[in-house]
């Protein structure tokens, strides 16, 4: 079955499905393999499971005429979703990064929905799947859409935009992520600069942060860009902390307005700013901009500001690297807060640079005077400099209960795969 004919299933059928565990009556199921399991033996299930058509690449899976056997099933997939992506002439703005592509995409999201039909990523469904399923969740009254693209090898964003096509596109930074796959700083800014280089071929338009002199080189012969930041840019501002709330200070024909946030850490400056930027360019009132951003409370981990009994928590591990490390412990000194504590978990996919970037962490955490400090994972093995230390969060969770934190302000950073939100749960009240 060719693309045009599968998608004339999906039009009847627009829901599409890789999890049988997930999978509800209706719709397609693609059965998508993993390093480890073959997704063809799933055929079975979503059809008892109701599954309208089952999507294989093995024909010794096919119970009967609702299995259509392809030759790959993701790559019939990634097709599928760029044979829809080609039915809108609508704005569609990709998100790419080391640092801040959820939360600048959110914000983004809140902005443009107050004026337009706005379909986003959801969660960070960023990758090799998630790209094509976000794809596929537009429906016909989309007047907007954006796609947050990760990576950590090169060529990746380059492949995401053969699908999604964007027609507008932001780089958030470009820090020390994903190293180990990236190859150094040079093949991470080569890597996120896909998009641009997308965007150059095919006339797009970038949003660009001029505090990051890199962007400018990695932005050459794009004609169409809107710039803002600092300084030197079509639209300005600048970051005000109260507490550790951000707040920002907007310029705009020469009124300053400031927008209120729910986001910890001037490190989220540029985020807003994105958002502001983007709004603006699409004719969204400031008035608008400023009850969008407002109103954004982040959640999963990512900068969220917690009270549990007696202690106040900014819990920010759902990644880490070190520049976003580094961003958030430099504004934890600085936040006028009592009693400061870190927990600080191991930075992952850090490859040949994983010890010395970890010796370099603990080298900037000992400049500044703690309550308490708490490293986390065996890349800080041998590394502890006097603070104390633990294999795992689950091991210092056991710590936390038996010596629980009291009236104290704590900062806790680290990887995903660290799991630090486990001490947090660890804190009475």
């Avoid at 093995?58 to 997939?77: F, G, K, M, P, W």
């Avoid at 998100?95 to 902005?111: F, M, W």
């Avoid at 050459?220 to 079509?234: C, L, M, P, R």
């Amino acid at each position: 079955m060719d693309i045009p004919a599968l998608y004339e299933l999906y039009r009847r059928q627009p829901l599409i499905q890789t999890d049988t565990r997930k999978l509800s009556p209706g719709g397609i199921f693609f059965a998508l393999s993993g390093a480890n399991f073959n997704g063809n033996t799933f055929a079975r299930e979503a059809l008892d499971k109701g599954a309208a058509y089952v999507i294989i690449d093995d024909a010794a899976y096919a119970h009967n005429s609702r299995c259509i056997v392809v030759d790959d099933t993701l790559e019939t997939l990634q097709q599928l979703a760029h044979h829809h992506r080609q039915q809108f002439n609508i704005p569609f703005i990709a998100i790419t990064g080391s640092n801040g592509k959820t939360t600048t995409k959110e914000l983004v999201a809140a902005v443009l929905s107050k004026r337009f039909v706005t379909y986003a990523t959801e969660g960070n469904l960023n990758n090799h799947i998630g790209v094509p399923l976000t794809l596929l969740k537009i429906k016909d009254d989309a007047e907007m859409a954006i796609i947050e693209m990760g990576a950590n090898h090169q060529k990746e964003i380059a492949g995401y935009c053969q699908i999604a096509a964007p027609t507008h596109g932001i780089i958030t930074n470009c820090g020390k992520a994903h190293i180990e796959g990236f190859g150094g700083i040079e093949g991470v800014r080569k890597g996120k600069g896909e998009l641009y280089d997308f965007l150059r071929e095919h006339n797009g338009t970038i949003f660009r942060n001029t505090d990051l002199d890199y962007l400018e080189t990695m932005a050459h012969d794009i004609i169409k860009q809107v710039t803002y930041g600092s300084a030197n840019a079509e639209y300005i501002g600048r970051p005000l902390m109260s507490d550790v709330f951000l707040q920002v200070a907007m310029l705009s024909a020469n009124t300053e307005t400031t927008l209120g946030t729910h986001l910890v850490g001037v490190y989220n400056f540029p985020n807003v700013m994105t958002a502001v930027a983007v709004g603006l360019h699409f004719g969204i009132s400031i008035d608008e901009i400023k009850a969008a951003v407002a109103a954004y409370n982040p959640d999963n981990s990512r900068s969220q500001w917690l009270q549990k009994g007696t202690n106040k928590i900014i819990l920010d591990a759902y990644n880490a690297n070190p520049t976003s490390m580094r961003a958030a412990i430099l504004n934890f000194a600085e936040a006028a807060l009592q009693n400061k504590v870190l927990w600080i978990g191991g930075m992952k996919e850090m490859g040949s640079e994983e010890q010395n970037e970890h010796r370099e962490l603990v080298a900037l955490i000992s400049q500044y005077e703690w309550q308490d400090v708490i490293l986390v994972g065996k890349e800080f093995n041998g590394l502890q400099n006097g603070y104390k230390w633990y294999e795992t969060s689950s091991a210092a969770a056991g710590h936390i209960r038996a010596q629980p934190p009291q009236h104290s302000s704590i900062l806790v950073k680290g990887s995903r795969g660290s799991k630090m939100e486990v001490m947090v749960e660890a804190i009475a009240g």
